[in-house]
């Protein structure tokens, strides 16, 4: 895990110097929460607001014949944290008492799935066709599409999620 890491960071960065883009960028870019979505979904770019509806739970299906598969990282990491302020704007306590609130209203059948790391995140994205997940943008590998959030990507200075 930690060789394929590595090789990702070495191959960006490579890109990066070549590319001419600036090393401020890519720092920037490290610090950032990236959002996938399975390379099926219907979707590349969304604004800051569809991206809130889809992790509370508001928006359920890409269309008709696939739903939204929501991935959290589990409590503590930075990627969680960043998330529940910028998307949710609730504390950990908050945040639980809001998927129990919603699922016993039956607006939802389940509250989102845990993962434990980044990896793992990656893994189910790319095998669940309407799977979205967040993760730190250094860790996102081949496989994953990248959705802009209000035409950014991680690494932009306008970027809104780190």
Request: aromatic fraction near 8%.
């Amino acid at each position: 895990m930690i060789r394929r890491t590595r090789t990702i960071e070495m191959l960006l960065l490579t890109i990066m110097l070549f590319g001419g883009v600036l090393s401020g960028t890519a720092q920037s870019k490290s610090n950032d929460v990236a959002v996938v979505v399975n390379p099926a979904a219907p979707v590349s770019d969304l604004t800051l607001s569809q991206a809130r509806r889809i992790f509370r739970g508001d928006q359920q299906y890409w269309n008709a014949d696939l739903p939204i598969v929501l991935l959290v990282r589990n409590p503590p990491s930075r990627e969680r944290d960043i998330i529940l302020k910028q998307l949710y704007s609730m504390t950990e306590a908050e945040f639980k008492q809001y998927w129990i609130a919603k699922i016993f209203r039956a607006e939802a059948t389940s509250g989102p799935k845990i993962v434990y790391s980044n990896s793992m995140a990656a893994d189910l994205v790319k095998v669940i066709p309407g799977a979205i997940a967040f993760m730190a943008a250094r860790d996102v590998d081949p496989g994953l599409k990248v959705v802009k959030i209000d035409g950014h990507l991680p690494g932009d200075p306008q970027y809104p999620l780190r």
